[in-house]
Structures are given as structure tokens and as C-alpha cells.
């Protein structure tokens, strides 16, 4: 393909569209179909088809970047989950104020779909986003009963899941860095792990390792959410 390009009035030499170009445009836009099927692999509508199929899985996300992957998700139309306590309401000066639910396990976001090689390049797709839990192979399923019980847990009325954490934090206080501990809540319910370090903070929380099929990984969990082995 070739053009005039005229300047001061004076007609140039045909200028030659590089073939290259062309067929970058076209890997462009061949880059952008994939990665729309890449998504929709991973969407809601089609693991709603596939009930029998569909499972929950949990991906690592940048520390504070938790709620920007929720709504790239959400809006991508896929089913995701970011583990929170309720919003908590307040009074000062006079006025209601209603303050969001901490993030219950940092670093990390729930989805639920059918698994493939295409939906999880999707998902990896997502901007801070960095991994799968259990690796791209043999991804770490999230049982359905450990996200109900986490729930049914977070819908408890303040007051008495306070109580609760308090008395549980209360028979953890001797736990310390080298523990071994099982985890007793949330999508890592079930696992065993060594307590890393203590954390400072008035939300008692430690740094635990666990270890899933070979593979090392580390969570911030709060300290009542543990069992001292």
C-alpha cells in the first residue's frame, strides 16, 4: 500500500505501509479476541452452566490492591470473592458512620470457575494479579464448605463473634514464631502451618507458612483463626 504525502505544495515520494506494521495491527487485535475467550472462560455465566464442574479458587493478588482485582473481576463478569468482616457502624460527634470490614486474609481474592489452561490465563490476565494458589497445573480447589462456614461465621452478630475472638485469642496467647498450628477458618481451613512471626497491631495477627503439594506459601491470619498442634 502506498500514499502521497504532499508538503509546501510539493508532491513527495510514495510512502510504503510497511508490511510489519500491518501484521502487528492484526496481532493486536488476533491478541485482544484471545484474551476476550480467556476471560469468558473464566465468567460466571459459564460456570453457572457447569455447576458440576465450577469450583473455588484463590489467586494471589498485591497486598492493597485486594479490591481493585475485585472489581476488574466484577466487571469482567466473574464470580469473586474477597474475604472482609462486615462493615462495622460508629457514632462520633454526633453523627452515623459506617466503616468498611477489614480484609480478613490479605493478598488474596476467591474466584469461582470451571477450570481450564484458558480461564486461568485469563484470570492471571487481570492486572495485580501474580499467581494461582497451588500453581497453573494443579490449582488448589476451595472447598464449598469452608466459604459457607467463613460466612456463616462473618454474619454473626458483632457482639457475640467478638466475644468469640476474644476468648480464642485469650487460649492462643502462648503460641509464638516456630509453632505448629492447623488452621481453623477460612479457604485454608484444614491446613497445617508453622507460626513465621508475630505481628504488631491491636488486630492480633501472626505470619504463617503452609505447604501445598510441595509448593511454600505464606498468609497474614488473624490469631484466634488457629490451633496451637
Known sequence: MTMQHKRNGISGLPIEIRKFASDKQDTAISLHRMRIREIVAASKRVADENPD???WYCLHA??????????????????C?????????????????????????PGFVLVRCVPSNEAFRGLLGIQH????VGGWVRPYRVSDESISQFNAVMQEKEEERERQR???????ASIKAGDRVLIKLGPFTGFEARVVKM?????????????????AGQLNIPLANLEKL
Open 199 to 215: 505481628l504488631k497491631g491491636k488486630d492480633k495477627r501472626c505470619n504463617v507458612e503452609y505447604k501445598l503439594m510441595g509448593r
Open 53 to 55: 464442574l465450577a469450583g
Open 129 to 132: 494479579v501474580t499467581d494461582i
Open 62 to 79: 498485591l497486598t492493597g490492591r485486594e479490591s481493585s482485582v475485585e472489581k476488574a473481576l466484577t466487571d469482567e463478569r466473574v464470580e
Open 81 to 105: 470473592l474477597v474475604l472482609r468482616e462486615p462493615e462495622r457502624k460508629v457514632v462520633r460527634r454526633g453523627r452515623e458512620w459506617t466503616l468498611p470490614g477489614k480484609l480478613w486474609l
Open 166 to 172: 476474644l476468648e480464642q485469642e485469650a487460649k492462643n
